[in-house]
């Protein structure tokens, strides 16, 4: 009888039942990442700016409400620059949206692998040049911070660094040098088949660049409770509590990913191709079946898990291979005797047929 598959656990002619997402951070995760691809495509829609006629000045607008605790060119500034919607703001779209579909439940992931595989590769793809773009915003001058606000006020060098670069394109090159790592990494550990490092490693990367989304809903909420309040906000304060915002969400977005990971968290984030011998017991087959985000905190007994399932499944793979070629050896073989036989029965027929006609 045929094995069943070792994710979903149904044999070759079961239908898939797909579950619902048991998760709810992966699942919050997945909301916020579809929530910036409305934000950049459909409303606001930062990715028309300069293109759609009437868009800039819908956004100028929005920019010039009082109760909106952002900067008034924070959804405009880009229309005029091309290089910054081409690299950065259209990328982080498509990044956004393979982001969400590679959190899927593993069920549906593992009903179809090579779409999980391939919008992981484009979700890869599409974070080098929202890497890239990154600093061509800086070099424009479309990263801004209330130290700036402050210091073109007062002349003073307040939130600078000692090399002299503000406080906050220091980290942000920081946090984009990390969103590139984790990216490397989580590719790397794909391709050596370390499942459950791979989907820690990705988790990781997503938390690094979802922080954006975050902070946008975040000034959304804020700017509703202003709105109801009467709450005006002067230009300073509207470059420091977006300041404030930005931090607060790469504090929850970066520390809550690594805190998840190392917790056990994502046990419904699972690889998409079969896992050998999921249906071992024990801690080592349920690290072998699970492929989770940090199973048991991930470590060394992770590592050996993998490394064991990647051996069993290598294994499998040299039995079914072995004894293939031993079926066919077979079937080459079975015809020989029964042709001898036959070979066999007409000589002897021969023999029969000639004493005969002698006796007669």
């Not at 031993?326 to 001898?340: F, T, V």
Request: proline share 6%; aromatic share 6%; hydrophobic share 45%.
């Amino acid at each position: 009888m045929p094995a069943a598959n070792g994710v979903t656990g149904l044999g070759p002619g079961q239908p898939l039942r797909p579950r619902v997402v048991h998760d709810p951070i992966l699942a919050a995760l997945s909301v916020l990442l579809l929530y910036m691809v409305c934000w950049i495509f459909m409303f606001p829609a930062t990715s028309w700016s300069g293109w759609l006629p009437g868009h800039e000045r819908l956004m100028v607008w929005l920019g010039e409400l009082d109760f909106v605790p952002a900067p008034r060119d924070v959804a405009s500034k880009h229309g005029p620059h091309t290089a910054v919607k081409l690299t950065h703001i259209l990328p982080s779209g498509v990044w956004s949206l393979c982001g969400a579909m590679q959190l899927a439940p593993p069920r549906l992931r593992a009903a179809a692998p090579r779409l999980h595989r391939l919008t992981g590769r484009i979700m890869l793809a599409a974070a080098v040049p929202v890497a890239i773009g990154y600093f061509v915003m800086e070099a424009r001058g479309l990263v801004g911070g209330s130290h700036e606000l402050q210091s073109a006020a007062t002349g003073s060098s307040s939130g600078r660094s000692s090399s002299g670069m503000p406080d906050n394109h220091l980290a942000l090159r920081g946090l984009n040098a990390w969103f590139v790592l984790t990216a490397a990494v989580a590719l790397v550990q794909a391709r050596r088949r370390r499942y459950a490092s791979h989907g820690a490693w990705a988790l990781r990367h997503v938390a690094s660049g979802a922080w954006v989304v975050l902070q946008r809903l975040v000034i959304m909420v804020v700017s509703s409770v202003a709105m109801v309040g009467g709450v005006k906000w002067s230009e300073e304060a509207r470059y420091d509590v977006f300041g404030k915002i930005a931090v607060a969400a790469i504090v929850v977005c970066v520390t809550g990913a690594e805190v998840y990971v190392r917790w056990g968290g994502g046990a419904g984030l699972r690889p998409a191709a079969p896992v050998a011998d999921a249906s071992k017991s024990g801690s080592q087959g349920k690290g072998m079946a699970a492929g989770g985000i940090g199973y048991d905190g991930s470590g060394a007994e992770l590592a050996a898990n993998e490394e064991q399932a990647a051996a069993g499944a290598g294994s499998v793979r040299r039995r079914g291979a072995g004894r293939e070629r031993a079926g066919e050896q077979g079937q080459g073989l079975s015809p020989r005797p029964q042709a001898a036989a036959g070979s066999g029965q007409a000589t002897g027929g021969g023999k029969r047929t000639e004493a005969n006609a002698k006796a007669k």
